[in-house]
């Protein structure tokens, strides 16, 4: 998961109904509830959620490059493929990606292991902090430690997908 923030950059108004067509990517107004001022456009490409704030000209864009560009985060997803997701949403949003600032970076390392429950319910601390059960549907599929500004979770992605997703990897 990535969130991005790019410098201004100037767009205009399509003037029909509010909302602002870029390239075929469709922004919805947001009002300040308030006010009942422009606050900004939102949009989303894929998994891709893009916010766009008029008066700044920036950019918001959050959420996986990985299940932009495949579709799913439990393939692997080198280096390389990273570089053609930001090329492939500057090229879809008009926008050079790598002019962006980072302000949230994730990241993951699978790890084949024989037993994965095995593995998570071992999990029972660090630094303090007590590892919680991570659960879909009243099911554990994991365990993760929460940190002020991390996480680290031990979990089952072939289980958690196949609850999700109902694929079988």
Not at 25 to 51: A, Q, W
Not at 62 to 77: A, E, I, P, T
Not at 161 to 168: A, D, H, I, L, R
Request: with cysteine; hydrophobic share 30%; proline share 3%.
């Amino acid at each position: 998961t990535i969130v991005l923030e790019f410098a201004p950059i100037k767009k205009e108004d399509s003037g029909f109904g509010g909302f602002l067509d870029q390239k075929g990517v469709l922004y919805v107004p947001v009002f300040d509830r308030r006010t009942g001022e422009l606050t900004r456009y939102d949009s989303e490409l894929k998994n891709i959620r893009v916010s766009w704030y008029p008066n700044s000209g920036k950019y918001y864009v959050r959420n996986s490059l990985h299940v932009y560009r495949n579709g799913n985060n439990y393939s692997d997803f080198c280096l390389s493929e990273i570089r053609d997701s930001l090329e492939m949403l500057s090229d879809d949003l008009s926008v050079n990606i790598l002019e962006g600032r980072v302000h949230h970076l994730e990241y993951g390392c699978n790890i084949r292991v024989e037993n994965p429950e095995r593995l998570f319910r071992a999990l029972v601390s660090y630094k303090s902090k007590n590892f919680c059960p991570m659960l879909y549907r009243g099911k554990t599929y994991g365990s993760a430690c929460y940190f002020t500004e991390h996480r680290i979770k031990g979990y089952d992605k072939t289980l958690e997908t196949s609850m999700n997703e109902g694929k079988q990897l």
